[in-house]
């Protein structure tokens, strides 16, 4: 495999195993996901990257991906100094008091009937939207849902690792 041409990504493919891990343990926190892609470095570009996080999300287990999922603030709810899921939920932010309180009360009848927060890669999308969305999704069966969780973990994982290689971030 010949070394990448991005100095973020070769840099990232040169750290030390501790580094690295904090660094994609960042983008998905789940421990397994994070070996997997740890095991196959170095990766000659970013795509690459990404298709083995598809691959890793797609086999992770129930309990991996429960402590995934568990790793995401509830919607409209991020944690204070949690910069990257403020950034990826800006449309929350920037909706009404009306449509966030609408959100936050189906997030939550949401959280009691599947056991967990509502996980959608909200990039880019408005409060209306995802509010919309969770409105959609809360009458799925639990094996619907957890198709379509497993599906939004991927995109939230391949945008984040996009994100760091891109912007630099990836230098542990």
């Known amino acids: 495999m010949r070394p990448s041409t991005d100095p973020d990504l ?3 493919n040169a750290a030390d195993d501790n ?7 960042e983008v998905c ?5 994070c070996a997997t892609l740890l ?27 429960a402590a ?19 950034h ?11 449509v966030r309180a609408e959100t936050i009360e189906l997030d939550r009848a949401y959280r009691r009937r599947f056991g967990h927060v509502f996980l959608i890669c909200a990039t880019g999308l ?15 069966t639990p094996e619907r849902e957890n198709e379509i969780v497993r599906t939004e973990l991927a ?10 290689v891109t912007e630099g971030a990836l230098r542990p």
């Open 10 to 12: 070769a840099q990232f």
């Open 19 to 25: 580094a690295a891990h904090a660094v994609l343990h």
């Open 29 to 33: 926190a789940s421990e397994e996901w």
């Open 39 to 65: 095991a196959r470095r170095p990766y000659p570009d970013s795509e690459t990257l990404s298709g083995a996080s598809d691959d890793a999300t797609a086999r992770l287990g129930p309990a991996e991906l």
């Open 68 to 86: 995934a999922v568990a790793g995401h603030p509830p919607l409209g709810r991020p944690s204070a100094g949690d910069a990257v899921s403020a």
């Open 88 to 98: 990826e939920q800006l449309g929350m932010t920037e909706a009404s008091a009306q």
């Open 126 to 140: 408005s409060g209306e939207q995802l509010r919309d969305a969770v409105r959609a999704r809360i009458g799925n």
């Open 155 to 164: 995109r939230i994982n391949r945008v984040r690792l996009t994100r760091l």
